[in-house]
């Protein structure tokens, strides 16, 4: 079981980095004004950490069959650690932000005289790989400077929010069925339906506002050189949304399963 959770931790850690690495590949396009390239490469990046997703979820589930077995297994100190992994790989893509603008910047780059990722990868050589320790560099973050940004503060509690949700979703669904067996299908199915929630919310609230800050950063001189401190904003407020999901988690396990006894 330790190993399990070892590697559903360590797959949480990989999703929370990537989207929250995102921003950084969003702003190596601004930087060198190939933002449209800088978007078709997002979509890969959001396949990558949704694939580690669709491995997770199984694998987690298990933890709600043993604990029927198991003897001394609580199942909520493993779902809390594994929330504890989102918030770390979310952490972890804050931290290398600095690093994986500059790479990010270097890959656009290739993309477009490559023009595919097949040729892409092909093209890379040993000594590519080796030079990129010339583009770490350390972040530099000012709490002080992020204060006077323009953006809403609204805005910042609902990223809190849904981030929270989304990160919950799943886990407390397998909760839920944790708590009510006899309902433990229905239960565990609703997961799909919260993060169904938590997806709209984010495409129809979050997604736009970042999409309008980014268009302003392309045609400004001036919010392009806040663009990067508006990012480290978003991407701490997704890091206490993963923080906001401990709380949430065993409460909204139980309105799963009041809803899935009424329904």
Request: charge should be positive.
């Amino acid at each position: 079981m330790v190993q399990n959770l070892i590697i559903i931790s360590v797959l949480t850690m990989i999703i929370h980095m990537v989207e929250t690495s995102s921003y950084a590949l969003r702003l190596a396009g601004v930087r060198i004004n190939k933002l449209a390239v800088a978007l078709s490469l997002l979509g890969i990046t959001v396949l990558v950490s949704r694939t580690a997703n669709l491995i997770q979820a199984p694998m987690t589930a298990k933890f709600i069959d043993n604990s029927k077995t198991a003897v001394q297994f609580d199942v909520l100190e493993y779902l809390r650690i594994i929330l504890l992994a989102a918030s770390l790989g979310t952490l972890l893509g804050i931290l290398l932000f600095p690093t994986l603008v500059n790479l990010w910047q270097r890959v656009i780059s290739r993309f477009e005289i490559a023009g595919s990722l097949p040729k892409l990868f092909l093209s890379v050589t040993v000594g590519q790989l080796k030079n990129t320790r010339h583009y770490i560099q350390r972040p530099s973050f000012r709490l002080s400077g992020l204060r006077y940004l323009g953006i809403p503060k609204r805005f910042i509690l609902l990223n809190v929010l849904v981030t929270a949700i989304y990160t919950v979703g799943v886990l407390s669904s397998l909760y839920a069925a944790h708590l009510v067996p006899e309902l433990g299908t229905a239960a565990s199915q609703s997961s799909g339906l919260i993060n169904g929630i938590a997806t709209i919310l984010l495409t129809i609230f979050i997604d736009p506002q970042v999409g309008l800050i980014t268009d302003k950063a392309c045609n400004s001189e001036l919010y392009k050189e806040k663009l990067g401190k508006i990012y480290v904003l978003l991407m701490i407020s997704r890091f206490f949304g993963t923080l906001l999901a401990q709380f949430l988690l065993v409460p909204a396990a139980y309105l799963i399963s009041i809803a899935v006894k009424l329904f």
